[in-house]
């Protein structure tokens, strides 16, 4: 392997620029080229390349978002587009691939490395933490802090003001994010989509909350949560419900993916980029890299893809006691 290819994909996540600023420094380090791919799959299908040296990814560590930009290419989806994609890589004498975010982008590596047998190598992005073979995606624990640190200050206008808030966190179809944060910032309950909580059970807590004399109270939904109702919905349901709050909304949004990353996500980006470069070197390939048990180690990419990432039960628990 003589020029490993990098680029991001999916929705985007703080320390992806710190996971390409790995993947190039080890290339430099090991003395091969590295080329970065703009806008993921779209990107690498028009050959809109760039040369990554050790100096030229200065000053990005610190950065959120991805300076390669992100994209969702529907062409890749098609044989046609893939064929494009690999005569684009061949072109430009590029030998491997990393391939830094989420399941989609995964999915697309594997399908790639079947039909070509292109060496692949996945880094998990993604602030909803929802990969397989991974305690943490990149992303995902600055989210966790952007996240506590704003529904600390929904907790201060809450209370002025005697009110309930929901808080609509993101997690499209998991509810890492939304346990972890309420637990804290001290949520009074958590909604999320592997446990259906139910209405009936939403509203006794709530009173039971009110009568215990708490004044205010803070709601944290996933956006994925499968109540049944979205979070104004919720509002209307609880303000009919009982008398007993003044409820207000509050979505977070996109707000949630962006921001400097925090130094565990740099670390971890740092520690990923080496592993999935030195990975090809040594000949692998169709694996993704990960923290397992604090030790960056390899799950098979199907794998990573197949299986599914597990919601803290013991948390689950612990959110319990905390509102007793
Ligand atoms: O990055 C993951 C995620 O934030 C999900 O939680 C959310 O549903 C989705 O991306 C929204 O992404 P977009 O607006 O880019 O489609």
């Known amino acids: 392997i003589k020029k490993i290819a990098v680029m991001t994909s999916g929705g985007d996540a703080p320390g992806m620029n710190a996971a390409i600023r790995s993947v190039a420094r080890t290339c430099a380090y090991y003395n091969i080229e590295c080329v970065g791919i703009y806008r993921g799959y779209e990107g ?8 990554l040296t050790a100096r030229n990814v200065k000053g990005i560590i610190n950065k959120g978002g991805t300076v390669l930009k992100s994209a969702r290419s529907k062409e890749f989806r098609t044989k046609e587009g893939r064929q494009k994609a690999y005569d684009a890589l061949k072109a430009a004498n590029v030998d491997a ?39 943490h995606t990149l992303g995902y624990d600055t989210a966790l802090n952007t996240v506590v640190e704003a529904i600390d200050k929904i907790r201060d206008t809450a209370s002025s003001h005697n009110r309930l808030f929901f808080v609509e966190v993101m997690g499209r179809d998991v509810g890492h994010i939304a346990l972890n944060v309420g637990v804290g910032a001290g949520a009074e309950e958590i909604l999320i989509p592997e446990e259906d909580l139910g209405l009936d059970r939403l509203l006794e807590s709530l009173r039971r909350s009110k009568k215990s004399g708490k004044s205010s109270s803070i709601v944290v939904v996933a956006e994925g949560d499968k109540i049944g109702k979205n979070v104004f919905e ?36 740092s520690r990923m980029g080496v592993k999935a470069v030195e990975s090809l070197l040594e000949g692998k390939s169709n694996y993704m890299v990960g923290l397992l048990n604090d ?8 794998q990573a893809v197949k299986g599914k990432s597990k919601i803290n039960e013991e948390l689950i628990r612990v959110s319990d006691i905390m509102t007793t």
């Open 295 to 302: 030790k960056i180690d390899l799950t098979p990419l199907e």
């Open 234 to 269: 919720l509002k209307d349901y609880v303000e009919e419900n009982m008398t007993e709050y003044e409820v207000r909304v509050s979505v977070l949004g996109h707000m949630q993916r962006g921001g400097s990353p925090s130094c565990f996500d740099r670390v971890l980006a």
């Open 97 to 135: 691939l990393v391939t830094i975010g989420g399941d989609g982008t995964f999915t697309g590596a594997l399908i790639f490395n079947q039909e070509f047998n292109f060496p692949v190598m996945g880094i998990p992005g993604t602030i909803d933490n929802d990969i397989f073979g991974t305690s």
């Open 44 to 51: 690498m299908i028009e050959g809109d390349f760039i040369e």
